[in-house]
């Protein structure tokens, strides 16, 4: 299958979807707001300026007393926010039975999803996760950045571990809280490291974990003794192809089950895709998931 970032039979296909994100009312914006620009409408909050924005929104008085640029923004002007965090661990970058890499999957989704947000005159961020630290990140606000969208994600890379806890620590602190998080990872983490990351964020920001899979992952399907070799640490293991599928088979599900707790017991909602589906399909069951009520 050709690989392509904004795929033309993909948009044609997601023509007049909508992304729309179902939350609990009172703690982010539960139902979409206008896209009509104005001061008729009530304040609503302070967020911080980021280039872009318009000059005449900043807040000197508050700047002033802060020393930062903030911008006022009102209720018809509140839309969302949705800043997308890509997993680029080396395991990513893997491949076996699925259409692309995981990390190219991902990618594509991203991209896509992007596009429809960025028609709906939302405000889109892309962030890369790398070994202790989220390195450069790109905003896409109009049209016009779209393309520079693009280039930024054919720019990252997969490879070495993810510190999933320093990934959200940062997360926590340069994320604006009203922002909506969409993680996209293959979660071959620690389910207590994945805990603890998630109770950074908190109540903080609302966040979408994508669960990336390509389906030999599923069920390893193996003729010969096997050789191992973790992507990330580069550490190896010899297995009996004769044993390991049976039980590899039950520590995978205990892997799945114990990943989406972790998110259920954080508020975090939890969805998992497999690399052999088209991206259309993906796309409109991540869509779907999205409108689901965020509520546990």
């Given amino acids: 299958m050709h690989f392509s970032f904004l795929d033309k039979k993909i948009l044609s296909h997601l023509h007049n979807r909508r992304i729309l994100f179902n939350l609990d009312k ?25 280039r872009g924005d318009e000059i005449r929104k900043i807040d000197w008085r508050l700047y002033g007393k802060s020393e930062k640029l903030y911008i006022k923004e009102f209720e018809n002007d509140i839309n969302y926010h949705v800043t997308f965090i890509l997993d680029t661990s080396r395991s990513m970058n893997f491949k076996r039975e699925g259409l692309f890499e995981k990390d190219m999957y ?16 939302e405000m889109v961020s892309i962030r890369k996760s790398s070994s202790k630290e989220i390195q450069k990140f790109c905003t896409i ?54 805990d603890i990351a998630l109770k950074i964020i908190g109540k903080a920001q609302k966040i979408f974990c994508i669960h990336v899979t390509d389906p030999f ?24 192809a004769g044993s390991i599928e049976k039980e590899y088979g039950k520590l995978y599900i205990e892997h799945l089950n114990g990943v989406k707790k972790k998110c259920v017991d954080n508020r975090a909602s939890y969805f998992r895709i497999s690399t052999k589906e088209y991206l259309e399909q993906s796309l409109d069951k991540i869509i779907m998931h999205f409108r689901k009520k965020y509520e546990f």
């Avoid at 707001?33 to 009530?42: F, H, L």
């Avoid at 640490?233 to 297995?239: A, E, F, L, M, P």
Wanted: glycine letters at 6%.
């Fill in 26 to 50: 009172g703690e982010l914006a539960g139902q979409h707001k206008s896209c009509n620009k104005g001061y008729n409408a009530e304040f609503s909050q302070h967020s911080l300026y980021t």
């Fill in 141 to 194: 606000k109009t049209r016009h950045d779209i393309a520079g969208g693009i280039a930024y994600l054919k720019m990252i890379k997969s490879g070495g571990s993810l510190d999933i806890k320093d990934t959200f620590e940062k997360i926590s602190r340069e994320v604006n809280p009203s922002s909506i998080i969409v993680f996209l990872s293959d979660f071959w983490i620690d389910e207590e490291d994945l």
């Fill in 106 to 121: 991902a990618k594509a989704l991203i991209s896509h999803l992007m596009y429809l947000l960025i028609l709906q005159q």
């Fill in 217 to 240: 992952e599923e069920r390893i399907k193996l003729r010969k003794n096997t050789v191992f070799f973790d992507l990330e640490d580069s550490t190896s293991i010899r297995v009996n």
